[in-house]
């Protein structure tokens, strides 16, 4: 089972409580869970969710996979030993059924409640994370989280243009794919043609992101290349059939592609990857699809990887 305690923030919430209502529903950006903050809370501009003026007060936003609210649903209908520390509680948001829970803990010296909310997005979780100092939990009661809760909706996609916007680099060129997805905001991105309900791997699709600390000779550079290709998440059975150090923009880069299969249907895939390094983060660009559109779909590939610009 996944526990419902899977993220934690440090929250203090207003005095008064406002109404939830639809038109006070705020997004964080990027994301497809809102809700109504508690008056005093704003948008951060250092984590997607709302904190106070003072930064002390935090309340954390965040999609999970969808089994992650399958799991605690299941584990609280079996009333399973594993929800005994901190048993989870039914709640009715905006966006339909709930489960959070209520824990005591330490913050440093000082002592604090934190609350868990875990609710199903269709094909994700929404979490919310809050936590109160127990020196204020007097005026910041669990009925004002409660009904800061319950106003906690959905939405069914988020602009492009916003998603976009919270990316380290900027992407002027989509090549017509059909769905756009940041896969955490800020972090990663995946262009694809297919979605979460159909699956991704049959038909074409990207993954864009920064990775960290990359190797600094050519040589390295070229097995750390493949490691990395050949390690990528779902894929089985990779064979190397290019590696090549390239120039990207300019600036050192490595190709590397590979045959092998990929998804629960075992799609015979052709991928690849280009590293761009420099600074001291570098772009990482994959792109898969399945072997009988990869003549179709690699210029759409290069499209995307040449119109990628640094974000000043």
Do not use: C
């Not at 609350?115 to 009925?143: C, H, M, R, W």
């Not at 989280?145 to 989509?174: A, G, I, N, Y």
């Not at 896969?183 to 038909?203: C, K, N, R």
């Not at 001291?280 to 990628?308: C, H, K, M, Y």
């Amino acid at each position: 089972m996944m526990p419902l305690r899977l993220l934690t923030a440090v929250v203090l919430l207003a005095a008064a409580v406002r109404p939830a209502t639809a038109a006070d529903t705020v997004f964080p950006t990027g994301l497809r869970v809102g809700l109504t903050p508690l008056v005093g809370l704003s948008q951060s501009k250092s984590f997607p969710g709302f904190e106070s003026d003072d930064k002390s007060v935090k309340v954390l936003v965040a999609e999970l996979p969808a089994e992650a609210y399958r799991d605690v649903k299941q584990a609280v209908s079996a009333d399973s030993p594993a929800t005994a520390s901190a048993k989870p509680q039914s709640i009715e948001t905006a966006a339909g059924p709930a489960y959070y829970t209520i824990e005591s803990g330490k913050d440093g010296t000082g002592a604090v409640r934190r609350y868990s909310l875990i609710l199903s997005g269709g094909t994700f979780s929404g979490y919310i994370a809050v936590q109160i100092p127990d020196n204020t939990s007097k005026v910041y009661s669990e009925d004002a989280v409660r009904q800061m809760f319950s106003s906690t909706t959905v939405r069914k996609e988020v602009p492009v243009v916003e998603q976009l916007d919270t990316l380290p680099f900027k992407l002027t060129d989509l090549a017509s794919f059909k769905n756009v997805r940041t896969l955490a905001p800020g972090a990663a991105v995946i262009l694809a043609d297919g979605d979460e309900t159909t699956g991704f791997e049959p038909s074409p699709f990207m993954i864009i992101g920064l990775i960290g600390k990359t190797p600094a000779e050519a040589d390295d550079r070229a097995r750390f290349a493949q490691d990395a290709a050949t390690a990528i998440p779902g894929v089985r059975d990779a064979r190397i059939t290019v590696s090549e150090p390239i120039r990207i923009g300019g600036m050192p880069a490595y190709e590397t592609r590979i045959d092998a299969k990929s998804g629960k249907d075992n799609t015979a895939v052709t991928i690849v990857q280009w590293l761009r390094f420099g600074g001291a983060t570098s772009l990482r660009i994959v792109g898969s699809s399945p072997r009988d559109q990869w003549t179709t779909a690699f210029p759409r590939f290069r499209a995307v990887r040449d119109s990628i610009e640094p974000r000043s």
